[in-house]
């Protein structure tokens, strides 16, 4: 019995030490739970999800930064993306237990010590020739689930790294880059999926919305987002079962023009919990000639509410029906509570949309609640017609048809806003203390007539010439504090070059945002004043994030001048090509004196 007695303490101190080791295990690889994704918005010592919450908002509830202590406000570390791949960086970091994951330009990601920079590791994706990104090389941000950092490259693919080594674990191919795809959307975690869209609306792609397995890369479901495609749901073994045509084909499309409808989910989704509702928005109908595609062309530039276990569409709601400017209808939409004239609360979501409109809707069923302009001088449309909730078209400001003419242009009309749009990408904020949203705007128009497009696969499928121009000399980029009950504008502050990065507004009362010009400002949220700014070395076209580490308030934001606007802005482009080119990460906190 000795002998038992003693294996017996033998076997029960190794139990303690294999205890002890899984401990340490756990405590050097924290793991993202879907449990932590929902509370992203309330827990600030991480930043786990595009919109610092999936519901989209970008409001932190920290104050020790805030009117009083922001000019106090210092960078603790810079960190240079390299190389000379440079070009725009637009991306979002997420921050998890010390670790910050950020992507940049060409399809790349860094893992940081988030509190000294100190690189941890790198991903670089191996990119083929003839990859067809429409604007730019850039990349808005990673999700975090498990063990694992996912991020969609230009080449359309998922690649999901381990987030302590940067091994990668898979690598699913979301669509052929040859026939236009491509991705750079940040993926959003819902219940344990990773949901993506694909870019590429200019190549006549179809637009949908995956679900896959977060951990595993295999695919759950997959939505369509034009009228008359079929959607899928997966099982384990791939296998796949039919779900159901979108929509109803041929009842908004005419003839076979459905089958390259464009409407690209490219910029991603949010995710309310309270409503458990996918919200994705959806791009232009292709082509961009409206002539040869009669009818409202569902669901292009829509907000379409996706259900997460089935992949069913429960409702949408149209921004530019038979859209005719490039108004993508893709721009966040941010769940929010919601005060009508009434004083009844709803559960609502606001959409700043490139046609110029801010849309208020019941987030439950689509239903229009509140439409009012967000820019001045918007010419396709008089006003959103609240009981119908469809545009009032200015019939005359719709480019022409070419058939109507020589056939080989139509009559070219001058149009605003530009299609890039009162908003473009740049994601807005909404602040739960003022009751406002944060809007990021660009006033300017373009020239735009139609020519004849036909279908070829991997080829630019628009139909369209334009050339952009600003409204103002002294200013494009407008950053509005909007009241979603009243349509009004609370303040605003003017910038000389667009505007093209997003917003961040904090319980501390206050507004950071980037400009072109290379600075990240911070504003009073009442009152728009400028508190605090600080030259990031190149044009910040990305959203700034917050988190506290240690008892301390960080600031984060990318920098890097590129985008849309030098590829596609015509004569803002020239206006602007002063503006360097960079790419780094900048972090801050306030300086203890
Ligand atoms: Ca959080
Ligand atoms: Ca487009």
Redesign the pocket.
Known sequence: MKQGNKTGRISFALTLMAAAFVGLGQAQAKEVTDADIVNDAKTPGDVLSFGLGTQGQRYSELTAVNTKTVKDLVPVWSFSFGGEKQRGQESQPVIFDGKMYVTASYSRLFALDAKTGKKLWKYEHRLPDGIMP?CDVINRGAALYGDLVIFATLDAQLVAMNKDTGKVVWKEKLDDYAAGYSASAAPQIVKGMVITGVSG??FGIVGRIDARDAKTGKLIWTRPTVEGHMGYKFDKDGNKTETGVSGTTNATWTGDMWKTG?A?T?NGVTYDPETNLIFAGT??PAP?NSHLRPGDNLFSSSTVAIEPESGKIVWHYQTTPHDGW?F?G?NEFVSFDYKGKDGKVVKAGGKADRNGFFFVLDRTNGKLLNAFPFVKDITWAKSIDLATGRPNYVDDNRPGDPAAGDGKQGKSVFASPS?LGGKNQMPMAYSPKTGLFYVPANEWGMDIWNEPASYKKGAAFMGAGFTIKALHDDHIGVMRAMDPATGKVVWENKNYAPLWGGVLTTAGGLVFYGTPEGFLKAVDAKTGKELWKFQTGSGVVAPPVTWTQDGEQYISVVSGWGGAVPLWGGDVAKRVNYLEQGGSVWVFKLHKS
């Open positions: 429409c609306g200019e464009g690209a490219w791009g232009n961009w490039d993508d893709v299609f």
